[in-house]
């Protein structure tokens, strides 16, 4: 008896584990993301056309014939179109769909150059601070904090985040009593520190120098040089440590 009352408990802690991290999906999972919501071009749609046709005499006929108006040719297989009055990019769909000539008709979506930063480990390895859909090893990453469309918002400028821990590897510096050396860690060379506020409250001195090495870690997740070509990127990286 007592062992099926074990097996139950067990059981239900481990539903009450999976219900747990069900519950942590993000809200988005399955969803567009918040910052980059379908924004159009408005009165515009564009018109591609199938491999071996002459966009620029297709277009031509196409303004001629349907009374269209041709906004500018793309470099490749399509071309903007302007929208005329009162008609939508749907209507549009209606009055050209059977034309053989065409392989698709669709809004003219607008695309934003986001901050990819060059650290060679942020891709494919830090796919916790991706946008919805980017790829990670080849896999789509849907859990990530999407760091890469709040970069084009704020980097953390004029922010100044303190951090209690071990210490961090921040400067070049060895210790006149114990004769212990600290080094700054290469991937920290460009990121700001107030070193005037800085406190070491074991040792009593005003060199927070990392003893352990958590510290260091923790502040290089928040503000680690970014877009220097060394490891990983930071979340806040011009934010003030």
Request: glycine fraction near 8%; charged fraction near 15%; proline fraction near 4%.
């Amino acid at each position: 008896m007592k062992k099926v009352l074990v097996s139950l408990i067990l059981v239900a802690l481990l539903l009450t584990v999976f219900v747990q991290v069900k519950s942590a999906e993000p809200l988005f999972v399955g969803g567009e993301p918040l910052s980059i919501k379908n924004e159009v071009a408005t009165g515009e749609f564009i018109v591609g056309f199938k491999d071996g046709i002459n966009v620029g005499l297709k277009a031509k006929a196409l303004e001629n014939s349907k009374s269209l108006k041709v906004k500018r040719i793309g470099l490749k297989n399509f071309a903007v179109f302007s929208l005329t009055q009162g008609k939508t990019v749907d209507s549009m769909k209606e009055l050209l769909q059977n034309d053989p000539d065409i392989a698709y008709i669709e809004p003219n979506f607008i695309a934003h150059a986001f901050a990819i930063p060059n650290d060679p480990l942020f891709s494919p390895y830090q796919w916790d601070l991706y946008d919805y859909r980017m790829l990670s090893n080849g896999y789509a990453s849907n859990y990530g904090i999407q760091a890469v469309s709040a970069w084009n918002i704020t980097r953390g400028a004029g922010v100044k985040v303190a951090i209690i821990d071990t210490g961090i590897a921040y400067e070049n510096y060895t210790d006149p009593v114990t004769g212990t050396q600290y080094a700054l860690a290469p991937d920290l060379a460009n990121t700001k520190f107030d070193t005037a506020n800085a406190y070491d409250f074991v040792n009593n001195d005003t060199h927070a120098n990392d003893d352990n090495g958590h510290g260091t870690h923790v502040c290089g997740t928040i503000a680690q040089s970014t877009n220097n070509g060394i490891g990983c990127a930071g979340i806040a990286y011009e934010a003030t440590i």
